[in-house]
């Protein structure tokens, strides 16, 4: 007799191809239309659901996890951060969740370093130029950035991303310096030509770049505070690909708008979707570029993130441990 195939919710509109797999192998819901879920559509999916496989766009709170019914076993994130998830009351309850890690890496390194090229160089700005008509030709002084060789670039965090970012910008000729948790290996610092620095106070004060990589949690919440941007330097540019709410986002555009930091590379925001209009005045000004969360779009990156929730669906449903478990202690 053929075994009963887990019901598997999806919640966005996946690649076909990961789509066409996860059919033949579970019981599947897909959303067609793509909108996200409402609350009550998430809820009514824990009551039935054997797994749910979110995205950042979905809040899995406990509120949620409450209402789960006792068939629900497994949240299978299509994402690598789980802030959207509360991984705690989920294992409470009994439900394992899982992530994406490693497969948008350097994807979201390679666009942190274009974030940087962009303020830097000016690219968006220079760019819309053309097409609105204001070129004047080329000119001696006009449309001038910043070279990035031999600056000082610290990186928040020196986990996966962090580091495939520090790779590429030391293959740019940028100073690398980072403040971490945890000091990473002599022999990792080593290769990367990277700095240490204890205090992120003291870092911060010292940099042209800074460059956000470490994941949202309660600890990273505005961990770039209003005290702390005051430290930046007024020609120091920030950029981030991470979460919107490691940074004061409210303090960050204040500093931008008074001239008090040279500008802006941001592809997450505090209260996404929402962007507030004052970064979006300063988009137009051309003190800041602001991407709409685009750090791992690649078609390569989505079809692996795919394949990595059906791995992690599979091997939960054979009845073993699913390789991207992730537990409030790595949070
Ligand atoms: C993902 C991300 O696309 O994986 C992450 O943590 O920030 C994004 O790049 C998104 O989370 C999908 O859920």
Redesign the pocket.
Known sequence: MEQKKPLVVVTRKLPEAVETRMRELFDVRFNASDKPMTKEELAEAMRTADVLVP???DRIDSGLIAQAGDQMKLIA?????VDNIDVTSALRRGITVTN?PGV?TDD?ADMTMALILSVARRIVEGGAAIPSGEWPGWSPTWMLGHRITGKKLGIVGMGRIGQALAKRAKAFGLEIHYHNRRRVSAALEAELGATYWDSLDQMLARMDIVSVNCPHTPATYHLLSARRLKYLRPEAIVVNTA?GEIIDENALTRMLEAGELAGAGLD?FEHEPAVSPRLLKLAKAGKVTLLP?M???TNEGRLD?GEKVIVNVKTFMDGHRPPDRVLPSML
Not at 77 to 81: M, Q, R, T, W, Y
């Open positions: 995205t950042v766009t994130n299509f994402g690598n951060g994406t948008l979201t979460r997450v969360h750090g791992s779009a993130m």
